[in-house]
């Protein structure tokens, strides 16, 4: 599970890997694998590759059939590869739901298993630990910053070209802001 931080409720989501098959329709890996675990698996092991400041990274496993290789990368799209065959499928993590606190008080009400679960769970961790590496550090307790950009940057090069070929007149630029919102990222990266 990826805990987030919201500015005024805790919440947390379970996530659900899911693969494409020829026919352009997406399969929960659960069902399909027959593994009950491997959705907990993969997700660890793009949680392991996150903790560790990776952008990319490789997690092998095994079908009754087939051993494939799954290609993480959480700037660009993700894909296994089936190892024998070299078929490349995508692959997508999609959040089943958020749970509030008030969620996780009352299941923590119901019976034993419920509450070893809860106890069991990972650390919270902030939201933007999962931001582009490249954003500057952003204030406690602050939902969004503006970061000047400095002109000799790739990134104000960039906006400035895309901002100029959208204009039909000349126009200049005296500066150009990031604006870094954690919560808005993630919603726009599910």
């Known amino acids: 599970m990826c805990y987030?931080?919201?500015p005024h409720e805790s919440m947390f989501t379970n996530w659900k890997w899911h693969?494409?098959?020829?026919?352009?329709?997406w399969h929960l890996y659960d069902?399909?694998?027959?593994?009950?675990?491997?959705?907990?698996?993969?997700?660890?092991?793009?949680?392991?590759?996150?903790?560790?400041?990776?952008?990319?990274?490789?997690?092998?496993?095994?079908?009754?059939?087939?051993?494939?290789n799954l290609l993480f990368d959480s700037t660009r799209?993700?894909?296994q590869v089936n190892v024998r065959t070299g078929t490349k499928r995508q692959v997508k993590r999609r959040p089943e739901k958020?749970?509030?606190d008030d969620d996780l008080k009352e299941w923590a009400r119901g019976d034993s298993a419920s509450k070893r679960k809860i106890e069991e769970s990972p650390?919270?961790?902030?939201?933007?630990?999962?931001?582009?590496?490249?954003?500057?550090?952003?204030?406690?307790?602050?939902?969004?910053?503006?970061?000047?950009?400095?002109?000799a940057s790739a990134e104000f090069q960039d906006?400035?070209?895309?901002?100029?070929?959208?204009?039909?007149g000349r126009a200049g630029i005296e500066?150009?802001?990031?604006?870094q919102n954690p919560l808005m990222w993630e919603e726009y990266c599910r």
């Open 4 to 6: 987030v931080t919201w």
């Open 19 to 25: 693969w494409k098959d020829n026919g352009n329709v």
């Open 31 to 68: 069902k399909d694998y027959l593994k009950s675990d491997l959705q907990e698996q993969i997700e660890q092991a793009y949680q392991d590759m996150l903790g560790q400041g990776k952008t990319k990274a490789m997690y092998q496993f095994r079908t009754s059939e087939n051993v494939y």
């Open 77 to 79: 799209e993700m894909y």
């Open 98 to 100: 958020p749970i509030s």
């Open 123 to 151: 650390v919270k961790t902030n939201i933007s630990s999962h931001v582009p590496s490249h954003w500057s550090s952003m204030p406690l307790n602050v939902p969004y910053t503006r970061v000047a950009l400095d002109a």
């Open 159 to 168: 906006v400035e070209k895309l901002f100029k070929r959208s204009m039909t």
């Open 175 to 179: 500066n150009i802001d990031r604006v």
